[in-house]
């Protein structure tokens, strides 16, 4: 299935998940008055599933966020609806792996350099341990550059948009390193692999 396809389609199958939501937010109160079941015990009920109504709705919409720009050798991107953007410089960016596929892919960004983003973390051995195909990638580049220190983000959020920032970023950071599984979901992303 081609990936702009199936984006417009998760679009879709998103914009049907909210309609029905907030057809049933508005029939449980409106079936209340009309039978008349103005008890507290009723009232609470249904204010209590309406509560979760909101809470699936923003979780929903949360899974399904993701906007992203390149301006100048800097890739910014928001995943998720209350994070703030976090900023990539490109030419640090060292290596880029893909974890899963499909709604689960986990993009996984090493670069050299924290400015201004604060979810880049310190690589560790906890690390190693998520991703071990990495590590092979990851001594290679060391050994070019042993004094420097690098740091990972994982892009879990986005749904299918995923593969759409995965191209963004294979064509803006063009000194990185590609593992082999992040090479087959920009090919998906690309529409040269069809899945």
């Known amino acids: 299935m081609d990936i702009y396809r199936a ?6 199958h998103l914009r049907i998940f909210l ?4 057809l049933i937010a508005c029939i449980l109160p409106l079936a209340l008055l009309v039978t008349g079941l103005t008890k507290v015990f009723y009232i609470s009920y249904v204010f209590f599933i309406e509560l979760l109504i909101v809470i699936s ?3 929903k919409m949360n899974g399904y966020k993701v906007e992203y720009r390149y ?3 800097r890739l910014i991107f928001k995943t998720g609806i209350f994070t703030k953007e976090n900023l990539i410089i490109c030419d640090k960016v060292a290596l880029v792996h893909t ?3 499909d709604f689960d892919l986990e ?3 090493v670069t050299s350099v924290v400015f201004k983003n604060r979810a880049l973390r310190p690589i560790d051995k906890n690390f190693f341990k ?5 590590s092979k990638d990851y001594n290679a580049i060391k050994q070019i550059n042993p004094q420097n220190d ?3 983000q994982v892009i879990k959020r986005g749904g299918l948009k995923k593969y759409l920032l995965l191209d963004s970023i294979y064509r803006h950071c063009v000194k990185a390193i590609y593992t082999g599984e992040s090479i087959q979901n920009i090919k998906i992303a690309r529409g040269q692999l069809i899945v």
């Open 7 to 12: 984006v417009k389609r998760e679009k879709a």
């Open 19 to 22: 309609i029905i939501m907030g």
């Open 57 to 59: 709705i923003i979780i």
């Open 71 to 73: 301006l100048s050798n």
């Open 99 to 101: 974890n899963k596929s």
């Open 107 to 109: 993009i996984v960004i």
């Open 130 to 134: 998520r991703y071990p195909q990495i």
């Open 150 to 152: 690098y740091y990972f």
